[in-house]
């Protein structure tokens, strides 16, 4: 393999279009071919590029291209798992974007498929990669926090439905696979990614098929809003099995003020993510810390960027496998079935990865 890795960007819409630039603009990557149902995008973006790429329609083409030594998939959630599984078995490596996929067994499959091709097999998570979280991260491996015991982790937002692919709102969107799975992430990893053993919670649609609380308060047509077959907010519970209790939440819409928060309790310390705060006590007296995140951190997309083609060119390990996707997927997945069936879902029956 050369000293650059050629990338193959499967979706070229908003998502593929941010993780793309950052991997071309790294010295070791470069996007050497697009795929997408739309054509007119990917001219779009090799305009942008600025030199000819190769294009396809249909991403088995793309993963068949012997020029292709990497992909990235920014498709909605529907096709992840499908995108993702060609290049697999096309012996590409393969970074996805979240969440994994639009439901657990899928998912599974993959990570499965994956592991046994050996490719390098990545989860781009903004969240967990961008430098307030790899700071607590780092507090926690020096212990700040003690044991962990409790988290909450909450996305709101108060007029918020993708109103730009239906993907979002069709049966495998949703809010809680959309934005639940950073908080949920996020909280999960830095308490040191605990086994998840039981789920539960509740999930509904109370505005997007009623066409209101879709991005910015405007209303799409109703040829779109119509199709609305998804939660538009869930909130859950899950306990593990070293006891600790997390609680997430999340909106598209709703009658509060928007927030993204994760909140860490620990026996030593607590925290919470944005801003970043820490909290402890000293001398029996209350005392916040002093966060200092270096100004020269790169941000989200580079680091992913960086990490991905650490991994494949300096076989790195990985820090956020598709195995962790699958996790966290079958965590929202554990709670949506609660939902459900209107009882606790017992993780161990419902999941044979964890
Ligand atoms: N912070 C983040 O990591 C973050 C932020 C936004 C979106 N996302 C995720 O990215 C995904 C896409 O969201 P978006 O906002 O970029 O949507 P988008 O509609 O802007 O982009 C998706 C693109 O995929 C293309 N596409 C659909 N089916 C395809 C197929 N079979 N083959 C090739 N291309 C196909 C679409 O034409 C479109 O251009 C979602 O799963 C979402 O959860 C992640």
């Not at 979706?11 to 991997?23: M, P």
């Not at 030199?51 to 959630?77: C, H, I, Q, Y």
């Not at 050996?118 to 969240?127: A, E, I, K, P, R």
């Amino acid at each position: 393999m050369s000293a650059e890795v050629k990338i193959g960007l499967i979706g070229t819409g908003g998502i593929g279009k941010v993780n793309a630039r950052a991997l071309d603009a790294n010295h070791r990557g470069e996007i050497a071919a697009l795929c997408d149902i739309i054509p007119e995008r990917m001219d779009e973006f090799e305009k942008e590029l600025g030199r000819p790429l190769k294009k396809f329609t249909d991403f088995n083409d793309l993963v068949a291209d012997d020029s292709v030594e990497a992909v990235f998939v920014g498709t909605p959630n529907q096709v992840h798992v499908p995108a993702s599984l060609a290049a697999v078995r096309a012996g590409k490596h393969v970074m996805c974007t979240k969440p994994l996929s639009d439901a657990l067994e899928p998912a599974t499959r993959l990570v499965k498929e994956a592991e046994a091709a050996g490719v390098v097999n990545m989860m781009s998570l903004s969240t967990r990669f961008s430098p307030d979280c790899l700071y607590l991260k780092r507090e926690a491996r020096e212990g700040f926090f003690g044991d962990f015991y409790y988290a909450r982790a909450r996305s709101v937002r108060r007029s918020g439905i993708p109103d730009w692919n239906l993907g979002f709102i069709e049966a495998g969107g949703g809010a809680f696979r959309d934005m639940g799975v950073h908080v949920l992430d996020a909280a999960w990893w830095l308490m040191g990614m605990p086994k998840p053993v039981s789920a539960t919670g509740v999930a509904g649609a109370k505005f997007g098929p009623k066409g209101i609380g879709y991005s910015q308060f405007q209303s799409p047509h109703e040829d779109y809003w119509s199709k609305y077959d998804s939660d538009d907010y869930a909130g859950g519970f899950i306990k593990f099995d070293n006891g600790i209790g997390l609680q997430v939440e999340s909106f598209w819409a709703c009658h509060m003020p928007p927030e993204v928060q994760v909140e860490l309790f620990g026996t030593e310390g607590g925290a919470r993510l944005r801003p970043v705060q820490m909290f402890t006590t000293e001398c029996g007296a209350p005392r916040d810390m002093k966060t200092d995140i270096p100004k020269c951190w790169p941000g989200s997309w580079q680091n992913i960027a960086e990490h991905y083609l650490d991994c494949i060119l300096d076989g790195v390990e990985c820090m956020s496998p598709l195995r962790h996707g699958l996790i966290v997927q079958a965590m929202l997945e554990g709670v949506l079935r609660s939902t459900e069936t209107g009882r606790e879902t017992r993780m161990d029956e419902f999941c044979d990865i964890l």
